[in-house]
């Protein structure tokens, strides 16, 4: 009897085989799985319909998308998680880890730039306009450091929308580099920057400690208070009373004569000066009441903002045609266009004066807003933050209160493009969160009260832990179990990596294992009950899935009762039939299995000519 079933069965693989040759090369059937679907569009940056558009870069960019990764930066007591901006998962670990301080920007947030503890300063991205200023136009998705720049301690930085990118230091040097079609580098011509060069016209003896930067024209602030502007000029946005461009650094000075400012921020072609008693001056375009003067006409030189008087404004913010000034108080005002809501006064109306918006909030500490979009921001004393105005696609016309901690994640997840508002500084005071310490302990001796030999090697953990994290073991650490009193806990049935792989797990919600590993943790997984663990056994598996495997894979997926894992291990097979049919894997597997397969890819239509 056991003689003709084995006849039986090799008689069944060679039909098989013989039918497998038959099947098309791409082994097309009812069971291939459907296409994947398009990406989604490139947002696009919507003007508002009175402001002149900047002047569009030499070419379009392609966006850059890459799985999201884990990496946080600490600002101000909040923790930003820098995977939320596509370009960062690019860095690996220990990339992340020496980041000091960042910025992403471009026209569709496609360039960064960051500068680690070691006052490295490295870019990565598209490279339009050659404004990563690594010498050519290449982009790149390796970050390349900025050789030039190398020891310099950087406190400033801006960008246009060229883009033209401003940095300045601690010991109050300014940089220019990128688009340069209207001088906005300062450098006495309209050659594009391909590296960072060193701006010294009319600005001998001064020592620069911010920058901004509009679409095409620049803005330079002193320690002694004096306002430089340069570049673009066709509405006025330098301050020097004409509207010709201006190929250097000028002193702004009109009503700015003798008065000492502490802030600048710049609209799309739009200039506005904080002052040291809380003044607000602004200059340039006009036509959607951005400069907050009670019309809409042009400013060729400063302008006080007269409504303000008798407050003192603490910091000022500009979005593409729109303010946002924030008083010493905590009271919020903003003007200017109002296309998409970005005032937050609940309608869609421009104010060419400054109003008051969340006066019936708690007290605001912090405003946000970019040149290059219509997005608003605020934060709160207690640490809420509301967004407004544009976000990704949304007309918000009221303040709406978001689940962030921070304002950069606003603009990170809602701003279109999303890129930066400011360059983010990371305070390292040692903190660490409740996740990070966990993933820091684990498998550490110093700290831990148990250990399991798995091969003869030891994993070092803490019961506590286990005891939170897994039902498995709170079961296994009562006084009626014997493993509750032991030190060493001897484990025979899974390997050293498997686990490893699963203490692991339970420190850090993450699985690192090749598929065939994954196997086995999938088997520990489905004996422990733990779901979440399985379903990412699973992903593990199917991403790692080959012609070689796809059987191995498949006979594990009916053995552990993962039915979605085997579907989709069937239909793999199905679709590469002929080749899987080949591999020792097939031939090895035991016959019950083998005539199910068989029936079931019979009825997908897998054996049709």
Not at 282 to 300: F, H, I, K
Not at 593 to 605: H, N, Q, V
Request: proline share 5%; aromatic share 8%; net charge neutral.
């Amino acid at each position: 009897m056991l003689q003709w079933f084995q006849r039986s069965e090799l008689a069944l693989r060679l039909v098989v085989m013989e039918r497998c040759f038959s099947v098309s090369r791409d082994g097309s059937g009812l069971c291939s799985p459907p296409p994947p679907a398009s990406p989604p569009p490139c947002p696009h940056v919507l003007h508002s319909p009175r402001q002149p558009p900047p002047i569009p870069p030499s070419f379009s960019p392609s966006v850059l998308t890459t799985p999201p990764r884990q990496g946080r930066l600490s600002l101000a007591g909040a923790m930003v998680d820098v995977s939320k901006w596509p370009l960062f998962s690019l860095l690996s670990a220990e990339e992340l880890a020496t980041v000091r301080q960042a910025c992403v920007f471009g026209t569709s947030a496609n360039e960064a730039i960051y500068i680690t503890h070691g006052n490295e300063v490295f870019v990565i991205g598209l490279n339009s306009s050659s404004c990563l200023g690594t010498g050519d136009s290449l982009s790149t998705v390796v970050p390349k450091k900025l050789d030039f720049l190398q020891g310099k301690k950087v406190v400033s930085l801006s960008y246009g929308s060229g883009p033209h990118v401003l940095l300045t230091t601690e010991d109050g040097q300014l940089f220019a580099w990128g688009h340069n079609g209207y001088s906005q580098l300062g450098n006495g011509n309209t050659n594009q920057g391909l590296s960072p060069l060193l701006v010294t016209a009319n600005l001998q003896n001064k020592k620069v400690r911010e920058v901004a930067c509009g679409s095409h024209h620049s803005m330079a602030l002193c320690h002694d208070g004096e306002v430089f502007a340069w570049g673009y000029n066709n509405c006025g946005q330098i301050g020097s009373g004409s509207t010709a461009n201006q190929p250097y650094p000028r002193r702004v000075t009109g009503c700015l004569q003798g008065k000492t400012a502490v802030g600048i921020t710049c609209g799309q072609t739009s200039s506005m000066a904080l002052i040291d008693n809380g003044e607000v001056y602004g200059w340039g375009y006009n036509g959607n009441g951005q400069l907050g003067v009670g019309n809409n006409g042009n400013q060729l030189t400063p302008c006080r903002l007269a409504v303000l008087q008798g407050l003192c404004m603490q910091q000022i913010v500009s979005g593409y045609s729109h303010c946002l000034a924030l008083t010493d108080e905590g009271l919020l005002y903003s003007w200017g266009a109002n296309t998409y809501g970005q005032l937050g006064t609940g309608n869609k109306n421009n104010h060419l004066s400054p109003v008051q918006i969340m006066a019936d909030k708690e007290r605001i500490v912090e405003v946000a807003a970019c040149h290059s979009t219509h997005t608003s921001a605020a934060k709160t004393q207690s640490g809420q933050v509301y967004m407004w105005g544009q976000c990704r696609g949304q007309s918000i016309v009221i303040p709406h209160l978001t689940h962030f901690s921070n304002t950069d994640d606003v603009f990170a997840c809602f701003g279109t493009p999303p890129v930066m508002w400011r360059l983010m500084s990371v305070e390292h005071d040692g903190f660490m969160t409740v996740a990070e310490a966990l993933r820091k302990e684990f498998d550490s001796p110093e700290t831990s009260d148990l250990k399991f030999s798995v091969d003869g090697k030891c994993i070092h953990v803490h019961k506590a832990v286990l005891k939170i994290r897994c039902e498995h073991f709170r079961s296994m650490f009562r006084s009626q179990w014997t493993e509750d009193q032991q030190e060493v806990i001897e484990i025979g049935q899974f390997s050293y990596p498997v686990y490893r792989s699963f203490l692991q797990f339970l420190y850090t919600d993450t699985v690192d294992l090749p598929p065939e590993d994954a196997i086995g943790l999938l088997d520990l997984a489905t004996s422990y009950c733990e779901n979440r663990l399985k379903r990412l056994c699973q992903q593990i598996i199917k991403r790692g899935i080959t012609v070689g495997n796809a059987f191995t894979l498949l006979s594990a997926a009916i053995r552990y009762d993962a039915e979605d894992l085997e579907v989709f291990c069937f239909r793999f097979c199905v679709n590469h039939l002929t080749q899987v049919t080949q591999t020792g894997a097939f031939w090895q597997v035991d016959g019950a299995m083998l005539k199910e397969f068989i029936s079931k890819a019979s009825r997908c239509g897998a054996f049709k000519n």
